[in-house]
């Protein structure tokens, strides 16, 4: 969608400049001698690579033509480096632009950039951001079974309330939710709780208590009951 808003600018089709232009990830309007990446690897034989800034366009991806296409002042290079929750604002008036980006808010993703490569995504972010795209093409129904593996990991504690809320917002639609996760706050969100344990490792693996998180709590044998206790303070 911001390929095309640039595509469709006056200077773009001035300069027949297209949407496929402002894509890195193919030939066209890309910088290709980093082809699109802004960095250059150097082989150092017996040393491990060594990555640098692409000295074409100094980091900036694309083609110096594509960098001179603006909207409201920012170039294709300087869009990709706001993060979502710049995004946002900056595409106020772009109603199709900020429904897209508007679940990667609701999961907690404000703060990553809209160029960001997937790679540095922790597990937890890049879970996030398969579920982000899950809401972007509405919820799901009964036939659907979503499965999380930590899906709190690199996530800020102002943020969990918002990702249980759409969690939440999945089971209502009729999808089921697995969860496998340490986080207190979210395991006393959950319907139904399946403590393994007693520990780990050795000490570890077998069902210790299964249930409502009352239940759990009311367990003394579960290390997890008596943490949700003292976090809860019940």
Known sequence: AIRDLFGSTREARRAGITTRDFSFNVD???CEQCQGAGMEVIDMQFLADVEVVCSVCDGKRFQRRVLNIEYKGKNINAVLDLTVEEALAFFADQRKIRRLLQPLADVGLRYIRLGQNTATLSGGEAQR?????FLTGG?????TVFLFDEPTTGLHSADLETLVNVL???VDSGASVIVIEHNLDLIGQADHVIDLGPEGGDVGGRVVAEGP????MKCSESLTGQWLLKRFKI
């Open 213 to 216: 998180v009352e239940r759990i």
């Open 139 to 143: 919820i799901a129904n009964a036939r």
């Open 28 to 30: 066209g309007g890309r």
């Open 129 to 133: 951001l398969k579920l982000a795209s």
């Open 168 to 170: 939440h917002s999945l």
